[in-house]
């Protein structure tokens, strides 16, 4: 992924103080992978390098570094820093192809990205890491067994829409509010509610963050505002409205702590496996478009972020909170301001489809960002946009 601001910027992840078809939910990132992609069934390190040491003199004595790890669109990766933001060591690791039933296991394939990504620190770091936070990417929902944690249902990916439960979602929210939309959260557990003999007695709605982090905590139920606006938690009152708590669903809801508290010690056997200390904490983790922009260090209210990965997501701090789910716009809580902005289902995967690296990089140097381009294309991988408009029904236009 690359931030963009208006200033330098610091491309680390600060942490913070589909097996089964379901409803109508349409997908735009469900098909299985290619046949000529599934050697790729173990994940390859990719970037992997300690750039400092403890052995060297790059740490000081006493000194503790913290873990950030990054679960976007199309891979994972992790950065160690210390205190003053200085990257320690950093990999980067593609999410391997694991299939059931003939389509992608996302499950199993984040949880083997995962532990691959705590293999990959260096051996000589892990016992200086002081704490772990993870993001992941925003609305992407599982809904788990409350008692063991795994999953009752494949996961819904973040960009996926689920236009059955849109109807139900604007009977009770207020009107244009940022559940809204097809692809939020609420919209995705309220399709798999409806969906007849599903266990509903047993079952938590978990992000994808908060998920991965359980993995490392083990304290189910745990999530972040950040994580659960998408599934109508209000972030100014820091608490979920009435409205939504007295739907029959709301019993499936987690509980909701501010982005980088402490949830609680690693579980020993992951401490024990991977050479952590006693001491190290688990804190509540956040989106992937938040963490580009806490790394691209925009403090001030005005500054803008934009994150260009296999897709798009926009930022910009505010004083001022804006919701509009005709727009896909939203805002997060950010301290005492609000991130506004929104995520497109355009990006790079999209451009990856007709080009190559090599042309994509040759064609880049031509371009003059100064001047608007006269060709009125609006490249998306599948029929379907959340931002700067919401509606699942936009065609792609790659041709002229």
């Known amino acids: ?137 925003s609305a992407t929902t599982l809904i788990v067994d409350s008692n063991t944690g795994e999953p009752l249902w494949r996961p819904f990916l973040y960009n996926e829409s689920c236009p059955d439960a849109l109807p139900t979602v604007k009977s009770v929210a207020p009107a244009n509010h940022t559940v809204c939309s097809g692809s939020s959260t609420l919209c995705k557990l309220v399709s798999w509610w409806n969906i007849e003999g599903s266990n509903k007695k047993s079952a938590l709605l978990l992000h994808q963050a908060d998920w991965l982090l359980w993995l490392l905590h083990g304290k189910l139920g745990v999530s972040d505002y950040n994580n659960a606006l998408k599934v109508g938690y209000d972030p100014a009152s820091d608490s979920y409205p009435s409205w939504l708590r007295s739907q029959p669903y709301s019993q499936l809801l987690p509980s909701v702590i501010a982005p980088g508290t402490s949830i609680g010690n690693l579980k020993e056997e992951i401490r024990t496996q991977f050479g952590f200390q006693e001491d190290c904490i688990v804190c509540a983790g956040t989106t992937d478009s938040i963490a580009a922009f806490l790394a691209a260090r925009a403090a001030q209210p005005g500054k803008a972020v934009t994150s260009l990965g296999s897709t798009l997501a926009i930022k910009l701090l505010s004083t001022t909170r804006i919701d509009d789910a005709r727009f896909g716009v939203y805002s997060h809580r950010l301290d005492d301001k609000w991130l506004v902005g929104g995520a497109s289902n355009t990006g790079g995967a999209v451009l990856k489809q007709f080009f190559t690296d090599e042309q994509l990089q040759k064609l880049s140097e031509q371009i003059n960002p100064m001047e608007a381009s006269p060709l009125d294309y609006y490249p998306l991988k599948a029929v379907g946009e959340r931002f700067p408009v919401a509606d699942p029904n936009l065609v792609p236009r790659v041709s002229y």
Request: proline share 6%; glycine share 8%; charged share 25%.
């Open 1 to 137: 992924m690359i931030a963009l601001a208006h200033h330098p910027t610091f491309s680390v992840l600060f942490p913070f103080s589909q097996s089964q078809p379901h409803g109508h939910c349409s997908s735009r990132k469900l098909l299985a992978p290619r046949k000529d992609q599934l050697y790729k069934s173990v994940s390859k390190p990719r970037v992997i390098m300690a750039l400092a040491s403890n052995e060297e003199g790059g740490i000081r004595v006493g000194e503790r570094l913290y873990l950030g790890m990054d679960f976007g669109t199309s891979g994972a990766r992790y950065a160690l820093i210390d205190k003053q933001g200085t990257i320690h060591s950093e990999g980067k690791r593609e999410y391997p192809v694991l299939m059931s039933d003939e389509k992608m296991d996302w499950v199993r394939s984040w949880r083997a990205a995962l532990f691959s990504l705590l293999e990959d620190i260096p051996i000589h770091l892990r016992p200086l890491v002081a704490s772990i936070s993870i993001d992941g990417t």
